[in-house]
């Protein structure tokens, strides 16, 4: 998972030119607003009705919508950072770095959350109130984060532990290969992430299959509540590039060398950025009740800049 983070720039190639790299630059930035203008206003939409705050299902979306934006962020700036300074400072890298990963691995167990609680409303429902609380919503999302730490804060600290003061004085090219390079490292990180992912597939294949048998007694919303996990299965797929990216890319290149900043520059518009943008398109506009209030907060903004444009003097 290499967070610097799939930019054209590498250490044996050369960079592009000047024009190259600003229109790639300006692709990226128009994406980064796009998307991250649509999360913002679902993020808006969600505090601003109470209706949704004591929702656990919501609670755990516009959960997976921050975190995204905040990943989006962290992504974007490496890749102006590569094509900008090159090499950043150990100290600031490395907390870029972490922060990847730990969105990175949120995502998943986040979608993972999403699917028990659709699985516990459509087969449980008599007690799903009392078993998806708030409180137990964000105790859920607090465990999360825990998850994550678990898989990145160990390799922190043996790089504290190993690697001499200067190491964190000097400049690297910020990629997690360049911080976290010991091979230990590398088998651990392997492992890990074959048993998150396992996790949450086992997860996804069990909550689909039960609530999909209770759909042939129950109805149109179980149904529906397969077709949103099927989606959660879209996106942890989605999710899933962000892990094998890496040899993906070393795949292309080695097939197509003649196109080594075109292949790392696609796979990063296809691994970090689009993803990104599915979330908003399941909840935000595929559930009613989020889309009706989302369409009266769009309103209410545009008659507003209408009415302030007929106020304003010609």
């Given amino acids: 998972m290499n967070f610097s983070t799939y930019s054209n720039i590498s250490q044996t190639k050369g ?27 679902l993020v808006h939409t969600f505090f601003k009705h109470e209706i949704f705050n004591g929702n656990p299902r919501y609670i755990l979306f516009i959960h997976m919508v921050i975190n995204d934006m905040i990943q989006l962020t962290i992504t974007v700036l490496l890749n102006v950072i590569a094509y900008i300074f090159y090499t950043v400072n150990v100290s600031l890298c490395c907390f870029l770095v972490v922060t990847a990963v730990f969105t990175t691995l949120n995502t998943p167990l986040n979608l993972a959350g999403m699917a028990v609680e659709r699985y516990i409303a459509i087969c449980n429902p008599l007690r799903h109130m009392q078993i ?11 465990l999360i984060w825990v998850l994550g730490a678990i898989t990145i804060l160990p390799d922190l600290f043996f790089i504290l532990a190993t690697e001499p003061l200067s190491f964190f004085l000097s400049n690297i090219y910020c990629s997690r290969d360049s911080m976290f390079r010991h091979p230990y490292m590398v088998e651990k990180r392997n492992i890990s992430y074959l048993v998150y992912l ?33 989606l959660h299965g879209l996106q942890l797929l989605l999710s899933m590039f962000t892990f094998i990216g890496p040899q993906i890319e070393n795949v292309s290149i080695s097939l197509f060398p003649m196109f080594f900043n075109e292949i790392k520059f696609t796979i990063y518009i296809f691994v970090h950025i689009l993803p990104r943008f599915l979330s908003p398109i399941v909840y935000g506009l595929r559930d009613q009740m989020f889309c009706a209030y989302l369409k009266r907060h769009l309103l209410c903004i545009w008659l507003n800049e209408r009415k302030q444009r007929k106020t304003q003097p010609s």
């Fill in 15 to 41: 960079r592009d030119s000047h024009m190259i790299a600003v229109t790639k630059n300006v692709i990226v930035a128009a994406l980064y607003f796009s998307i991250n203008y649509i999360n913002g206003t």
């Fill in 132 to 142: 998806c609380t708030v409180r137990r919503t964000y105790f859920l999302i607090g």
């Fill in 198 to 230: 396992s996790f949450v597939w086992l997860t996804l294949f069990y909550t689909y299959f039960r609530v999909m048998f209770a759909a042939k007694a129950t109805g149109a919303d179980a149904r529906k509540a397969c077709n949103t996990i099927i």
